[in-house]
T-cell receptor
Framework: DVKVTQSSRYLVKRTGEKVFLECVQDMDHENMFWYRQDPGLGLRLIYF???????EKGDIPEGYSVSREKKERFSLILESASTNQTSMYLC???????????????FGEGSRLTVL | GQNIDQPTEMTATEGAIVQINCTYQ??????LFWYQQHAGEAPTFLSYNVLDGLEEKGRFSSFLSRSKGYSYLLLKELQMKDSASYLC??????????WGAGTKLIIKP
Protein backbone atom coordinates (compact mmCIF):
# COMPACT_ATOMS: atom_id res chain seq x y z
CA ASP A 1 0.00 0.00 0.00
CA VAL A 2 1.42 3.36 -1.02
CA LYS A 3 2.22 5.70 1.77
CA VAL A 4 3.24 9.25 2.56
CA THR A 5 4.21 9.65 6.17
CA GLN A 6 4.55 12.93 8.02
CA SER A 7 6.62 12.89 11.17
CA SER A 8 4.31 14.77 13.51
CA ARG A 9 0.52 15.00 13.52
CA TYR A 10 0.37 17.80 16.08
CA LEU A 11 2.99 20.34 17.15
CA VAL A 12 2.88 23.35 19.43
CA LYS A 13 5.76 25.79 19.14
CA ARG A 14 6.58 29.26 20.40
CA THR A 15 7.17 32.32 18.25
CA GLY A 16 10.75 32.42 17.03
CA GLU A 17 11.40 28.70 17.36
CA LYS A 18 12.81 26.69 14.48
CA VAL A 19 10.41 24.01 13.26
CA PHE A 20 11.15 20.92 11.18
CA LEU A 21 8.39 19.00 9.43
CA GLU A 22 9.47 15.79 7.80
CA CYS A 23 7.81 13.78 5.07
CA VAL A 24 8.74 10.37 3.71
CA GLN A 25 7.20 8.53 0.75
CA ASP A 26 7.70 4.90 -0.17
CA MET A 27 6.54 5.04 -3.80
CA ASP A 28 9.80 6.14 -5.46
CA HIS A 29 8.05 9.29 -6.69
CA GLU A 30 10.06 12.05 -8.32
CA ASN A 31 7.84 14.94 -7.24
CA MET A 32 7.21 16.04 -3.68
CA PHE A 33 5.23 19.01 -2.42
CA TRP A 34 4.48 20.97 0.72
CA TYR A 35 1.10 22.68 1.04
CA ARG A 36 -0.65 24.53 3.79
CA GLN A 37 -4.37 24.25 4.31
CA ASP A 38 -6.36 26.95 6.06
CA PRO A 39 -10.14 27.18 6.56
CA GLY A 40 -11.93 28.83 3.66
CA LEU A 41 -8.88 28.76 1.42
CA GLY A 42 -7.73 26.29 -1.18
CA LEU A 43 -4.52 24.39 -0.70
CA ARG A 44 -1.59 26.73 -1.13
CA LEU A 45 1.72 25.46 -2.44
CA ILE A 46 4.76 26.41 -0.36
CA TYR A 47 7.56 24.56 -2.13
CA PHE A 48 7.96 21.59 -4.39
CA UNK A 49 10.79 19.38 -5.58
CA UNK A 50 11.01 17.32 -8.74
CA UNK A 51 14.34 15.66 -8.00
CA UNK A 52 16.86 15.13 -5.25
CA UNK A 53 18.50 18.40 -4.19
CA UNK A 54 16.15 20.33 -6.47
CA UNK A 55 13.57 22.73 -5.08
CA GLU A 56 11.25 25.34 -6.48
CA LYS A 57 9.22 28.02 -4.79
CA GLY A 58 5.50 27.69 -4.80
CA ASP A 59 2.96 30.43 -4.24
CA ILE A 60 3.79 31.27 -0.60
CA PRO A 61 7.45 30.43 0.12
CA GLU A 62 8.17 33.35 2.43
CA GLY A 63 9.21 32.23 5.89
CA TYR A 64 9.84 28.65 4.78
CA SER A 65 12.69 26.61 3.37
CA VAL A 66 12.96 22.99 2.28
CA SER A 67 15.49 20.22 1.97
CA ARG A 68 15.54 17.15 -0.22
CA GLU A 69 18.73 15.19 0.34
CA LYS A 70 17.18 11.82 -0.51
CA LYS A 71 14.49 10.95 -3.04
CA GLU A 72 12.07 9.64 -0.44
CA ARG A 73 12.38 12.50 2.06
CA PHE A 74 11.26 16.13 1.82
CA SER A 75 11.57 18.40 4.81
CA LEU A 76 9.90 21.73 5.48
CA ILE A 77 11.69 24.18 7.75
CA LEU A 78 10.30 27.23 9.47
CA GLU A 79 13.43 29.17 10.44
CA SER A 80 11.63 31.39 12.95
CA ALA A 81 8.02 30.42 13.51
CA SER A 82 5.39 33.11 13.66
CA THR A 83 1.76 33.01 14.73
CA ASN A 84 0.56 33.45 11.14
CA GLN A 85 2.19 30.13 10.32
CA THR A 86 -0.32 28.31 12.50
CA SER A 87 -1.88 25.96 10.00
CA MET A 88 -2.31 22.41 8.71
CA TYR A 89 0.69 21.38 6.63
CA LEU A 90 0.22 18.68 4.01
CA CYS A 91 2.97 16.83 2.22
CA UNK A 92 2.27 15.11 -1.10
CA UNK A 93 4.09 13.18 -3.76
CA UNK A 94 3.44 12.26 -7.38
CA UNK A 95 4.99 10.28 -10.14
CA UNK A 96 6.25 11.74 -13.40
CA UNK A 97 8.52 14.40 -14.67
CA UNK A 98 6.12 17.09 -15.83
CA UNK A 99 6.25 19.12 -12.70
CA UNK A 100 3.91 20.17 -10.04
CA UNK A 101 0.51 19.96 -11.68
CA UNK A 102 0.55 16.61 -13.37
CA UNK A 103 -0.58 13.30 -12.08
CA UNK A 104 -2.41 12.09 -9.04
CA UNK A 105 -1.15 13.42 -5.74
CA UNK A 106 -0.70 11.15 -2.73
CA PHE A 107 -1.00 13.06 0.51
CA GLY A 108 0.24 12.51 4.01
CA GLU A 109 -2.19 12.88 6.89
CA GLY A 110 -1.00 16.35 7.73
CA SER A 111 0.83 18.12 10.51
CA ARG A 112 -1.20 20.58 12.52
CA LEU A 113 1.12 23.30 13.76
CA THR A 114 0.15 25.83 16.40
CA VAL A 115 2.52 28.73 17.02
CA LEU A 116 1.95 30.56 20.30
CA GLY B 1 -6.31 36.04 -12.01
CA GLN B 2 -6.92 32.33 -11.67
CA ASN B 3 -9.94 31.22 -9.74
CA ILE B 4 -11.80 28.09 -8.71
CA ASP B 5 -15.30 28.38 -7.25
CA GLN B 6 -17.23 25.70 -5.45
CA PRO B 7 -19.97 25.89 -2.80
CA THR B 8 -18.75 26.09 0.77
CA GLU B 9 -21.18 23.57 2.21
CA MET B 10 -23.95 21.25 1.06
CA THR B 11 -26.36 18.98 2.89
CA ALA B 12 -27.95 15.84 1.51
CA THR B 13 -29.87 12.82 2.74
CA GLU B 14 -28.58 9.28 2.99
CA GLY B 15 -29.55 7.29 -0.10
CA ALA B 16 -30.07 10.39 -2.23
CA ILE B 17 -28.00 11.95 -5.04
CA VAL B 18 -25.94 15.13 -4.74
CA GLN B 19 -24.10 17.20 -7.34
CA ILE B 20 -21.14 19.35 -6.32
CA ASN B 21 -20.28 22.02 -8.85
CA CYS B 22 -16.92 23.57 -9.64
CA THR B 23 -16.34 26.50 -11.99
CA TYR B 24 -12.91 27.67 -12.98
CA GLN B 25 -11.06 30.46 -14.73
CA UNK B 26 -7.46 29.56 -15.38
CA UNK B 27 -4.62 30.33 -17.74
CA UNK B 28 -4.86 27.24 -19.89
CA UNK B 29 -6.12 23.83 -18.92
CA UNK B 30 -4.40 20.50 -18.44
CA UNK B 31 -7.03 18.63 -16.52
CA LEU B 32 -9.32 18.82 -13.52
CA PHE B 33 -9.04 16.75 -10.37
CA TRP B 34 -11.47 15.89 -7.59
CA TYR B 35 -10.21 14.83 -4.17
CA GLN B 36 -12.09 13.68 -1.09
CA GLN B 37 -10.93 14.70 2.37
CA HIS B 38 -12.48 13.33 5.55
CA ALA B 39 -12.08 15.51 8.62
CA GLY B 40 -8.60 15.16 10.07
CA GLU B 41 -7.40 12.96 7.23
CA ALA B 42 -5.38 13.25 4.04
CA PRO B 43 -7.08 14.16 0.75
CA THR B 44 -7.48 11.15 -1.52
CA PHE B 45 -7.82 11.16 -5.29
CA LEU B 46 -11.28 10.59 -6.75
CA SER B 47 -11.16 11.50 -10.42
CA TYR B 48 -9.35 13.23 -13.26
CA ASN B 49 -11.03 14.76 -16.34
CA VAL B 50 -9.18 16.24 -19.27
CA LEU B 51 -11.74 15.70 -22.05
CA ASP B 52 -15.35 16.84 -22.09
CA GLY B 53 -17.92 14.40 -20.86
CA LEU B 54 -18.81 12.16 -18.00
CA GLU B 55 -16.48 9.72 -16.27
CA GLU B 56 -18.19 7.15 -14.09
CA LYS B 57 -16.54 5.27 -11.29
CA GLY B 58 -18.95 3.29 -9.17
CA ARG B 59 -21.22 5.60 -7.17
CA PHE B 60 -19.14 8.63 -8.16
CA SER B 61 -19.15 10.37 -11.54
CA SER B 62 -17.33 13.48 -12.70
CA PHE B 63 -18.33 15.69 -15.59
CA LEU B 64 -16.32 18.30 -17.48
CA SER B 65 -17.22 21.05 -19.94
CA ARG B 66 -14.07 22.89 -20.98
CA SER B 67 -15.96 25.49 -23.03
CA LYS B 68 -17.97 26.46 -19.95
CA GLY B 69 -15.14 26.15 -17.44
CA TYR B 70 -17.34 23.84 -15.43
CA SER B 71 -17.21 20.49 -13.73
CA TYR B 72 -19.38 18.60 -11.32
CA LEU B 73 -18.97 15.62 -9.06
CA LEU B 74 -22.06 13.44 -8.79
CA LEU B 75 -22.47 11.15 -5.82
CA LYS B 76 -25.24 8.55 -5.94
CA GLU B 77 -26.78 6.36 -3.24
CA LEU B 78 -25.24 8.54 -0.58
CA GLN B 79 -23.83 6.86 2.49
CA MET B 80 -22.94 8.39 5.83
CA LYS B 81 -19.27 7.76 5.09
CA ASP B 82 -19.52 10.20 2.15
CA SER B 83 -19.60 13.04 4.66
CA ALA B 84 -16.36 14.82 3.80
CA SER B 85 -14.92 17.81 2.01
CA TYR B 86 -14.58 17.58 -1.75
CA LEU B 87 -11.74 19.53 -3.34
CA CYS B 88 -11.67 20.63 -6.96
CA UNK B 89 -8.30 21.44 -8.55
CA UNK B 90 -7.34 22.51 -12.07
CA UNK B 91 -3.97 22.05 -13.73
CA UNK B 92 -3.22 25.19 -15.75
CA UNK B 93 -1.02 25.72 -18.82
CA UNK B 94 2.14 25.51 -16.68
CA UNK B 95 0.88 22.37 -14.94
CA UNK B 96 0.37 24.44 -11.80
CA UNK B 97 -2.48 23.11 -9.66
CA UNK B 98 -5.06 25.71 -8.70
CA TRP B 99 -7.24 24.58 -5.81
CA GLY B 100 -10.76 25.46 -4.80
CA ALA B 101 -11.52 26.00 -1.12
CA GLY B 102 -13.47 22.75 -0.96
CA THR B 103 -17.11 21.82 -0.42
CA LYS B 104 -18.08 20.35 2.92
CA LEU B 105 -20.76 17.72 2.34
CA ILE B 106 -22.98 16.81 5.28
CA ILE B 107 -25.06 13.64 4.99
CA LYS B 108 -28.13 13.34 7.20
CA PRO B 109 -29.92 10.07 7.99
Amino acid sequence: DVKVTQSSRYLVKRTGEKVFLECVQDMDHENMFWYRQDPGLGLRLIYFSYDVKMKEKGDIPEGYSVSREKKERFSLILESASTNQTSMYLCASSQGTSGRGSGELFFGEGSRLTVL
Amino acid sequence: GQNIDQPTEMTATEGAIVQINCTYQTSGFNGLFWYQQHAGEAPTFLSYNVLDGLEEKGRFSSFLSRSKGYSYLLLKELQMKDSASYLCAVSDSNYQLIWGAGTKLIIKP
